[in-house]
């Protein structure tokens, strides 16, 4: 959920709405806030799953340390989603092991 | 190959003040950081910090941060973002540094490492499921990115990060569970944990995370308490309806380039280097400022940068030695004023009973987060008398004075020293201007008037939350623990640009409620 009014910060500064996609499914952000907080604003907590036992796996740290959140953005996979800033027409996908579904290994 | 007089590594609080302190000396500065955003966590502190004005207490972090940014610039400071400093090379005094795609060298006479640190991780069942996050991540999502982590949250540790982000939330429109800690007390401020508690949040001391619950994603949490070896106790758990748990357990130095150099390192939550008081290290021209050398606020770290920039200048002739004895001087006693009083590092793990002044410490406090009607009247800031008038509920000796001078008339005492608790002046008249309770980083200080005739009384309070109350709206006031005690009134609401934000509340209550009403909550409309 976005915050719509806030005591202390007037305006939180963001760029222009953009299209991206997550998982097939057309979504909207805004422009170069953190791909993490974009979809944890659309309520999105699952960002991969891990190799071994298949656990989800979400935002921790949310400062590019613990690589928790990583994603397969435009194909490529292990991208830090807290770190990456969003852009109009991203594929974004859920990280399945070591790449997106179907890729599993 | 660049090089600078003066590499900076990391541009938070410490490295950007390294880096002003180093380019007003007319060295050349390269300020490095991963990030794509300079600041550290500066801009995420939306609070106002504590100290005294030469700390610049009162401004929120985020202002600081500006501020900082804005002078840096103005110097010529080089910063360089998205620039992770991967090695340090000594005696070659190098860097190398990769941007994701090359990697660039640079060298510097002096090398200032000011890389911070991060937060603590506790496993617990669970513990890796979304929805567990660390509560300076929330923070950032929060405060930098306008986004709330959660909408039913428990925060784990009550220490200052625990006890900031967790009003923080409630400011984004969060609903905070409870405060929980192993710990048998509060570990953070007394009045940041006041001002949660009027709020209605449950402190939960001796009490621990056993198990976050879910598959998917949290879906609530099973607290316990713990036995004095911080072991659950069979038979206390309870389940809380929560969708997302903080870890708010502390920081370990980020001090891993330091190790790569070989200078001397020693155990301090966490590996740090061994510094001097000038903050160098066991390697000469290799300095640590800020938390990478041992975790404190960031109020003190950018007086370490300082510091450290200061000392680096007059090594290579840049200042006289007479001006930088007199510079490091007023930095140092400006740090140390900073590192006294009850949280002060002699007095960790220590349990306190009485303040400086003699007074018993409140036990209520440090176990509940408000305190007790019983104990309020021994403090010197918490008087009662005839007319409007300030009551200062600030009971432990922590470095701050702005509510001195908020005050222009004289109503409010600390002293030199700006541990002391501050003293409300009876002989002075108070003008109901409002500024101390604006002032106050802790919103500790309240304006009474006792007896407004009607049996009634008036108290003014700080309120930092939206949507603000109308004039002539009713609803209820709230004792120090957020109990609804009587129905109260909005007798006026001020948000006069000199507060910063932090909007002045008048509120009427029955005159027996004038020492116990100590916030305000409308009628709820669902």
Same mark, same amino acid.
């Given at each position: ?6 005591p202390?910060i007037d ?5 222009k709405k953009?299209?991206?996609t997550?998982n &097939?499914?057309?979504?909207?952000g ?6 993490a ?5 659309? &309520? ?12 989800p ?14 994603? *397969?953005?435009?194909? *490529? ?11 109009? &027409?991203?594929?974004?996908e ?8 179907g890729?599993?290994? | ?6 590499i ?5 609080p ?6 002003? !302190?180093?380019?007003? #000396?007319?060295? $050349? ?8 955003r ?8 939306i ?7 030469e700390h610049?207490? %009162?401004?929120?972090?985020?202002r ?11 110097l ?11 090695g ?7 860097i =190398? ?26 496993p617990?069942?669970?513990w ?6 660390? +509560? ?8 930098? #990115?306008?986004?709330?982590?959660g909408k039913?949250?428990l ?19 969060c ?26 949040v449950?402190?939960?001391?001796s #009490?621990?995370?056993?198990?976050? !619950?879910? =598959?998917?994603?949290? $879906?609530?949490?099973?607290? +316990?308490?713990?036995d ?14 929560v ?8 920081? $370990?130095?980020m ?20 510094? @001097?008081?000038?903050?160098m290290?066991?390697?000469?021209g290799?300095?640590? +400022?800020? @938390? ?12 370490g ?8 200048? +007059?090594?290579d002739?840049?200042?006289e ?9 007023d ?5 140390e004023?900073?590192?006294k009083?009850?949280?002060?590092? !002699? ?8 303040? @400086? ?29 005839q007319? /409007?008038h ?17 005050c222009?008339?004289?109503c ?5 020293d700006? $541990? ?34 009607? #049996? ?13 109350p109308?004039?002539?709206?009713k ?8 109990e609804?005690?009587?129905?109260a ?7 006069n640009?000199?507060?910063?934000h932090?909007? /002045?509340? =008048? ?17 709820? %409309?669902?």
């Amino acid at each position: 959920m976005r915050i719509e009014s806030h005591p202390i910060i007037d305006d939180f500064k963001k760029g222009k709405k953009v299209a991206f996609t997550y998982n &097939g499914k057309e979504l909207e952000g805004y422009e170069d806030e953190p791909i993490a907080a974009t979809l944890k604003a659309a &309520g999105i907590e699952i960002h991969r799953y891990t190799r071994k036992n298949h656990e989800p796996r979400g935002i921790y740290c949310a400062i590019g340390r613990c690589t928790d959140c990583v994603m *397969v953005v435009d194909g *490529v996979p292990n991208i830090r989603t807290c770190m990456t800033p969003l852009k109009g &027409g991203m594929v974004i996908e859920t990280q399945y092991g070591l790449g997106a579904k179907g890729a599993e290994s | 190959m660049k090089r600078y007089h003066v590499i900076v590594i990391g541009a938070g609080p410490a490295g950007l003040s390294a880096a002003i !302190e180093a380019a007003s #000396h007319g060295m $050349t500065v390269g300020l490095f950081d991963e990030n794509a955003r300079p600041g550290g966590q500066l801009f995420k502190q939306i609070h106002k910090f504590f100290g005294s004005k030469e700390h610049k207490a %009162k401004i929120r972090g985020f202002r600081i941060g500006e501020e900082l940014l804005a002078e840096a610039e103005k110097l010529g400071v080089e910063v360089h973002l998205n620039s992770t400093v991967m090695g340090i090379y000594f005696p070659m005094n190098k860097i =190398t540094v990769s941007n994701g795609e090359s990697t660039t060298s640079y060298s510097g006479n002096n090398i200032i490492l000011a890389a911070g640190a991060s937060e603590n991780a506790i496993p617990f069942d669970g513990w890796t499921l979304p929805g567990v996050m660390g +509560a300076g991540a929330a923070q950032t999502l929060m405060n930098l #990115h306008g986004v709330q982590p959660g909408k039913r949250i428990l925060m784990v540790g009550s220490g200052n990060v625990g006890l900031v982000v967790g009003f923080q939330l409630i400011q984004s429109g969060c609903q905070l569970e409870a405060i929980i800690d192993a710990a048998p007390k509060i570990g953070g401020y007394g009045v940041h944990a006041a001002k949660v508690a009027r709020t209605g949040v449950p402190f939960l001391l001796s #009490h621990t995370i056993v198990r976050a !619950e879910g =598959t998917e994603s949290v $879906t609530g949490a099973v607290i +316990a308490q713990v036995d004095e070896y911080f072991q659950p106790i069979p038979g206390t758990e309870r389940h809380l309806d929560v969708d997302t748990i903080l870890i708010a357990t502390g920081l $370990t130095p980020m001090s891993k380039l330091a190790e790569m150099t070989g200078c001397d390192m020693k155990e301090m939550g966490g590996k740090v280097p061994v510094v @001097d008081q000038y903050g160098m290290t066991s390697i000469e021209g290799l300095y640590a +400022a800020g @938390d990478v050398s041992g975790i404190e606020e960031a109020s003190s770290a950018m007086i370490g940068g300082r510091i450290a920039a200061l000392a680096a200048a +007059a090594k290579d002739g840049y200042i006289e030695q007479n001006e930088f004895e007199k510079s490091y001087s007023d930095y140092q006693s400006s740090l140390e004023k900073l590192r006294k009083g009850m949280f002060a590092k !002699e007095n960790r793990g220590k349990t306190l009973a009485v303040t @400086d002044e003699g007074l018993p410490i409140s036990t209520n406090l440090l176990k509940h987060g408000f305190l007790d009607e019983e104990e309020i009247t021994s403090y010197p800031g918490m008087t009662s008398r005839q007319g /409007i008038h300030p009551v200062i509920e600030c009971t432990q000796n922590i470095p701050c004075n702005p509510c001195q001078d908020a005050c222009k008339f004289g109503c409010i005492q600390v002293g030199a020293d700006i $541990t002391r608790l501050p003293i409300a002046d009876v002989k002075s008249e108070c003008k109901n201007c409002g500024m101390c309770v604006a002032a106050c980083p802790g919103q500790a200080i309240f304006l009474v008037e006792e007896d407004c005739g009607d #049996h009634m009384a008036a108290v003014t309070l700080p309120y930092e939350f939206r949507p603000l109350p109308e004039v002539g709206e009713k609803g209820y006031g709230l004792s120090r623990r957020g109990e609804e005690i009587c129905p109260a009134t909005v007798l006026n609401v001020r948000l006069n640009p000199v507060f910063d934000h932090t909007a /002045i509340l =008048t509120i009427q209550v029955p005159k027996e409620m004038a020492m116990r009403a100590r916030f305000y909550r409308g009628s709820r %409309k669902d």
